[in-house]
């Protein structure tokens, strides 16, 4: 059964109401570092991003360090935002919904969310192979609350470049080797 190491992003440049595909600042591009240093025990692995610059550029230090292309996987991406709203009002949407359940969010802002996470998942099980995929915070809590049976849209307040490893049975279902450090991280 496949090991997969979900890592979130290194810290961005700017916000959810800023940028909607900001790079990584200093900081950012020392946490890829570190992360790729964490990582490189593992061995030569398969490398999964989403398709967004912070995780793009996160993934790099380590596929140089192993020689390997990074595959970009769209269905890993950031949850999306609710249609209709601007940089501006997605913030105070995304801050809210973290606050409830997938069940409030698909009840209130559609099934598009259910498709979300449903199809973030249903990419993770098709990887066969051990790999390390490079994501965002509400996804990889996707996988957490899947593996748990836990509901709420925030189980972890994963850290930047925090490494969550699970197990996949490759039917859907995953199970919990490790979850990666927390932290108070600004959601912008």
Known sequence: MPKLHLVRHGRAAAGWNVDPDPALDDLGRHQSREVADKLDSLGRLALFTSPLRRCRETSQPLAARWGVEVVVEPRVAEIPSPEGYTLETRIDW??????????????????????????????????????????????????????????????????????????????????????????DTLIR
Do not use: K
């Open 94 to 183: 995304l801050r809210s919904a973290m606050a409830g359940t997938w069940s409030q969010v698909i009840a209130s802002d559609g099934p598009r969310y259910a498709a979300f996470r449903d199809d973030l998942l249903a990419s993770l099980a098709e990887i066969d192979t051990d790999a390390v995929v490079f994501s965002h915070f509400i996804a990889i809590n996707v996988v957490i609350g899947a593996a748990t049976g836990d509901d709420r849209m925030v189980i972890a307040s994963l850290d930047n470049c925090s490494v969550t490893t699970v197990t996949s049975d490759r039917r859907g279902g995953f199970s919990i080797d490790h979850i990666g450090n927390e932290a």
